[in-house]
């Protein structure tokens, strides 16, 4: 079992308490112990301005921090969040609070990114809503996690190439070729 050498000694384990094997109770227990503060429970939205027509967001998110829920020390990674609104947009101040409020919550990567999914889909109903997660480096490995919704019986326009009519435009001598 993976313990804390903090609570082998009987003290009370930091965040940046290094782990070894013995009988003592695992540093995830001891996380759960915590009082760790919440992300605030909504998120703001507002009216999409276009909604007859689907267009696509991207937001990057280059500082999002996380607590590792074993070691208690933090993780680091890049969100970028591409969707197509529905009826409601987010809110960028609402978001960057929503993100700050998970520095000192501990969590798994992939829930962490699907539980980010879970709370903006519940705000804003998006008819697509995409977040890759590309976490740093953590003992030599690398983690990306990418978590998609679809609302129910929406489906994309069919993609336009627009190299291909350029290309195009060139061979056949159009104006400005």
């Known amino acids: 079992m993976i313990a804390n050498r903090a609570a082998l000694r009987g003290q009370q384990p930091g965040p940046s308490a290094s782990l070894v094997r013995g009988p003592a109770a695992t540093t995830t227990a001891t996380m759960k112990k915590r009082r760790i503060p919440q992300p605030p429970q909504t998120l703001e939205t507002f009216p999409n301005p276009s909604p007859e027509r689907d267009y ?4 990057e998110i280059p500082e ?5 829920p074993i070691t208690g020390q933090p993780d680091f990674a890049r969100l ?3 969707f197509i609104p529905d009826q409601r947009n987010v809110e960028l101040k609402s978001l960057k609070l929503y ?9 798994f990567h992939e829930a962490v990114t699907n539980q980010v999914l879970d709370d903006l ?3 804003m109903a998006p008819r697509f809503l995409r977040i890759t997660a590309r976490w740093n480096v953590r003992g030599g490995i690398y983690t990306t996690v990418v978590a998609e919704h679809r609302k129910r019986g929406w489906k994309p326009l069919p993609a336009i190439d627009l190299g291909s009519c350029a290309h195009s435009a060139v061979q056949h001598g159009a104006p400005g070729s």
Do not use: K, M, N
């Not at 993100?99 to 969590?107: D, K, L, N, T």
């Open 64 to 68: 999002f921090t996380c607590l590792c």
């Open 121 to 123: 889909v519940q705000a």
């Open 80 to 82: 970028a969040l591409e």
């Open 99 to 107: 993100v700050v409020a998970y520095r000192s919550q501990g969590a």
């Open 56 to 59: 696509l967001v991207r937001i």
